[in-house]
């Protein structure tokens, strides 16, 4: 075999035995509540200026507590890059907003300009995260183009309204695939091979699911609701019976509604997810295995609105910590060749124009 062979599935496969392991998290509710609530109040006190530093406090809260392997992951962009993006997003609106208020014409050409903008907004938020996200010393990096997510983000969901929304499926197939095919490590992509079948099933028993559902909990609200409505007629005046079954019914209601959106929501992605990442693998360097439960899924999801909505969102930190723990557990690695071979090749990059670039234009541009 030849050693200096460029076919990274030559170089690092020689005399390897691949093995697996499962993504770990580490992270609790309490440490993470701690960071939250200080980054909630900080960023209200500053007008919104700390949520740079907000952002990266929490990714590196959830990244350092990830492991794989014995190694940890790494966020490393700064609050400056960050708060540079959201300035840049928000000279940008303040200028549409003028527009808009002003000079109506231009604000109509301003919705033009932004709606082309997107693909580019969407790759230069990706190529960020990547490049900031580092395990073993090793950067990700991203390598989508304007013109397929122009293809993708806006021609597909253009054309999916002249079919009544059934291209759909298919629109977010081609999404999910854009994003993760292009996604690079150790300058290998991700080869992901979905399947848009996949996505019609998923939506199909994502929407059976829940609307059984929400029609079995509808009968029971209803024939529940009739019985409160005839017994609060019995001791009270017709129109005391009438808030009183308005109230209960709005109740039940809203709990039909989270229930049937909970069941839609975590069979639609449960499948999602298996598919993508049992799809999914960098040619000789790793593979990707999700076995997610679609029931506990489903609870988790559920539970977790419950929460949020009686803890009027002071739940968050617990809910968040929970998913993350959870999908981690359903994550499994199998390593195809030796990590200490592979070479970050960002890194390498030596040309000082490369560096420059990378100074101007890494900055955040996603929405989270």
């Not at 940890?72 to 540079?84: E, G, S, V």
């Not at 231009?106 to 960020?128: E, K, S």
């Not at 091979?193 to 609307?211: F, H």
């Not at 609870?299 to 949020?308: G, H, M, Q």
Request: with cysteine; glycine share 6%; proline share 3%.
């Amino acid at each position: 075999m030849d050693l200096h062979s460029n076919d990274p599935s030559q170089q690092f496969n020689n005399q390897f035995q691949p093995y697996s392991r499962r993504v770990e998290f580490s992270g609790n509710a309490s440490e993470f509540f701690s960071i939250w609530i200080v980054n909630i109040v900080l960023t209200l006190l500053t007008l919104g200026i700390y949520s740079a530093w907000a952002k990266v406090r929490t990714y590196r809260y959830f990244y350092g507590h990830t492991q794989l392997d014995g190694h940890r992951f790494d966020y490393l962009a700064t609050p400056i890059q960050i708060l540079k993006g959201r300035i840049l997003a928000f000279i940008c609106f303040a200028l549409y907003m003028f527009f808009v208020n002003f000079i109506p014409l231009l604000g109509i050409l301003a919705v033009f300009v932004l709606m082309f903008l997107i693909p580019w907004i969407v790759n230069q938020g990706m190529r960020f995260n990547m490049r900031m996200s580092r395990y073993r010393n090793i950067r990700f990096n991203f390598q989508g183009s304007y013109g397929e997510a122009f293809v993708v983000f806006l021609l597909l969901p253009f054309l999916s309204v002249f079919t009544l929304y059934l291209l759909l499926p298919y629109v977010f197939k081609r999404i999910d695939q854009y994003l993760h095919s292009n996604i690079e490590f150790a300058g290998t992509p991700i080869t992901v091979e979905t399947r848009g079948g996949e996505y019609y099933l998923a939506a199909l028993m994502a929407y059976v699911a829940a609307a059984i559902v929400g029609v079995v909990l509808l009968a029971v609200a209803g024939v529940f609701g009739f019985g409160l409505e005839a017994l609060a007629q019995v001791d009270q005046s017709t129109e005391a019976a009438a808030t009183v079954a308005g109230v209960v019914a709005l109740v039940m209601i809203s709990v039909v509604y989270m229930v049937a959106l909970a069941v839609g929501t975590g069979i639609y992605q449960t499948h999602i997810r298996n598919h993508i990442l049992n799809s999914s693998e960098i040619d000789g360097i790793v593979d990707f295995k999700s076995d997610l439960k679609m029931i506990d899924y489903t609870l988790l999801i559920f539970t977790n609105s419950l929460a949020l909505v009686f803890s009027l969102g002071l739940a968050y930190p617990w809910t968040k910590v929970r998913k993350t723990r959870m999908l981690a557990q359903a994550t499994e690695i199998t390593i195809l060749c030796d990590p200490q071979q592979l070479h970050d090749q960002l890194g390498e990059q030596d040309s000082s124009f490369a560096e420059e670039a990378a100074g101007m234009f890494d900055i955040d541009l996603s929405l989270g």
